[in-house]
């Protein structure tokens, strides 16, 4: 999952809402059972993940031919599960509910609390995928339960695909296959996704919304360098550990220049209104000229805001030596970019060169995903998000929002889908502890994104 929610606004206080309901207490078990069922691709089941789901699926009403589970023999437990509720009118092209049942690798060593067991404390529920992306999953599950058991029937059809792969980039694509070998399965004329949500102050009061409108392209690059080596007790100037070094070091002083988007350029026109004084000022003067180095260093204070203004790279691993009494014969490091909309895999690779220095290679590494093809502001689609969020946060300004991380949208806008983040969501400033350590999420906004993302999903298919 992928939040760049990073500018303050009105601020507007909500009242604690729990499990205070019957359909609440029921969504929570689901939503329990989603969250402690381990889906990391290390050791988890996203397979097992999807049949759970799928019970529950067919305890509503839902028949086997509504479900497709899918997944390959060499991948086993990353497969995925398609529901399908049918609508009435043939007329109107489906819409696609789409999530990623994978979380990010988490080592209990390292957690104040069992990352794979559902902890509720001071306010919060704390586990991995609480935020990333378990809470919008069981929201998804949930809603088609709740639309089977009341007898809704929906005028379009409304979809869901849970995926595994997404937080990987090196494993099988759940998304990616289907957009391949099954889009039949898939298609529908607009996807929901994560991506958006809504940002809290750090007293929880809500600050804004985004809807998502494209993101960055996530691309890995391989920095190596290497020696002949020799015994640790007669060094030389010439060290593969020292190469490398030098060529992350180059990597840490770049910063690539300023660029625009329609989506951002937007995002940023509303938050320069929004936040007005020195910041609002810079950001006015980097909009009317993206090389103002003076506008750019005020604005490039907030880690959020430079990295939507930029592609960004950053060294992630390192990997050195082969014995502790020996010089380094190689010396490696992965170096993650978020590369920008309309530049490229090998334009920055170039420039990745030129930081590293003829000591040091580097290569684009394998595989190599479509780059993200920015969706329309389209009114069909911000009409309901806006009017269903005047309903449930009224007065919050919506932005849209280019991600600085990536999705799997890339792989259903690449056959003509496109894909929105949408709003709902509402996660601390610090993002909420995704990707990293005690991942975390408010009780009040998981019930209240809830109801929100009931209320969209209904307006949209009418």
Excluded at 387 to 397: I, R, V
Excluded at 403 to 424: C, E, K, N, Q, R
Excluded at 438 to 453: A, F, Q, T
Aim: net charge neutral; with cysteine.
């Amino acid at each position: 999952m992928k939040l760049g929610l990073m500018i303050a606004a009105a601020l507007v206080a909500s009242p604690a809402v729990g499990q205070t309901r019957p359909d609440q207490r029921e969504f929570f078990g689901l939503y329990k059972e989603l969250v402690e069922t381990n889906t990391t691709l290390s050791q988890g089941s996203c397979t097992q993940a999807a049949a759970q789901i799928g019970v529950r699926l067919k305890a509503a009403g839902f028949a086997d031919a509504d479900l497709s589970y899918f997944s390959v023999p060499e991948h086993p437990k990353e497969g995925g599960l398609v529901a399908v509720l049918p609508g009435a009118d043939a007329k109107l092209k489906p819409m696609l509910l789409l999530g990623h049942l994978d979380v990010v690798e988490a080592d209990p060593k390292d957690w104040t609390r069992d990352p794979f067991t559902l902890i509720e404390e001071n306010g919060y529920y704390y586990a991995r995928g609480t935020v990333d992306m378990k809470a919008m999953v069981a929201i998804w599950a949930d809603t088609l339960i709740r639309f089977k058991r009341d007898g809704y029937k929906p005028k379009r059809t409304i979809k869901m695909a849970l995926t595994c792969g997404e937080e990987t980039t090196f494993a099988w694509n759940g998304a990616e296959w289907l957009a391949k070998n099954r889009p039949e399965l898939i298609a529908a004329e607009f996807v929901l996704n994560e991506g958006g949500g809504g940002r809290l102050d750090d007293a929880g009061n809500k600050q804004l919304l985004a809807v998502q409108v494209g993101e960055k392209a996530a691309q890995n690059y391989t920095f190596t360098a290497t020696n002949p080596g020799g015994h640790s007790s007669q060094p030389v100037p010439e060290n593969a550990i020292y190469r490398l070094g030098d060529a992350i070091r180059g990597v840490q002083g770049y910063s690539f220049p300023v660029r625009f988007t329609d989506t951002t350029r937007a995002f940023f026109g509303q938050t320069a209104k929004t936040l007005g004084g020195e910041t609002g000022a810079a950001i006015t003067r980097l909009l009317a000229d993206p090389n103002d180095a003076a506008a750019n260093a005020i604005v490039s204070r907030d880690k959020a805001m430079h990295s939507t203004l930029r592609t960004t790279c950053v060294a992630t691993r390192v990997s050195a030596g082969h014995a502790e009494n020996a010089l380094p014969q190689r010396a490696t490091a992965n170096v993650n970019c978020r590369i920008f909309p309309g530049e490229t895999v090998e334009g920055t690779l170039a420039k990745l060169q030129e930081l590293a220095g003829d000591k040091v290679t580097v290569t684009a590494n394998q595989p190599q995903r479509p780059t993200a093809i920015p969706p329309t502001l389209d009114p069909k689609i911000m009409g309901p998000i806006r009017a269903t969020a005047a309903k449930h946060f009224p007065g919050l300004p919506i932005l849209p929002l280019m991600s600085t991380g990536a999705t799997d949208a890339v792989f259903l806008g690449a056959i003509g889908m496109p894909v929105y983040g949408v709003p709902g969501m509402f996660v601390d400033r610090d993002g909420s502890g995704t990707h990293g350590l005690n991942e975390r999420i408010r009780v009040r906004s998981l019930y209240e994104g809830r109801d929100y993302l009931f209320d969209l999903v209904k307006a949209f298919a009418g």
